[in-house]
Nanobody, 125 residues
Framework: VQLVESGGGPVDSGGSLRLSCMISDVRADNYAITWFRQDPGQGREAISTITNADISYYANSMKDRFTISRDAAKTTVNLGMETLKPEDTAVYYC????????????????????WGQGTQVTVSS
């Protein structure tokens, strides 16, 4: 399994970014992809998840500014981020899990099987 995040970088407060998670070497038909983020010294914070059935869930604090989506080929999961704030600065990871039910505890990063190397997002004030 390979997950490769991209699209991070520096952005001004109020700006937007679109992160991508390229998925490869996945042979299962049933899985979920979740975006997390992590500040140094902090725990991993869940943002949003999407299942292969295109069911999505969001953390309450994220749903107004973040949008998860996937391409038709299901090889890429995107995270659109709007009205970015300095507190959104973090390393953003996409993670995959193969065991459901996905809606119950999707926000627990310990439930995931693989993750990528992360992409840094830095929001300046």
């Amino acid at each position: 399994v390979q997950l490769v995040e991209s699209g991070g970088g520096p952005v001004d407060s109020g700006g937007s970014l679109r992160l991508s998670c390229m998925i490869s070497d996945v042979r299962a038909d049933n899985y979920a992809i979740t975006w997390f983020r992590q500040d140094p010294g902090q725990g991993r914070e869940a943002i949003s998840t999407i299942t292969n059935a295109d069911i999505s869930y969001y953390a309450n604090s994220m749903k107004d500014r973040f949008t998860i989506s996937r391409d038709a080929a299901k090889t890429t999961v995107n995270l659109g981020m709007e009205t970015l704030k300095p507190e959104d600065t973090a390393v953003y990871y996409c993670e995959i899990r193969f065991h459901g039910p996905y809606g119950l505890d999707w926000y627990k990063w310990t439930k995931y099987d693989y993750w990528g190397q992360g992409t840094q997002v830095t929001v300046s004030s």
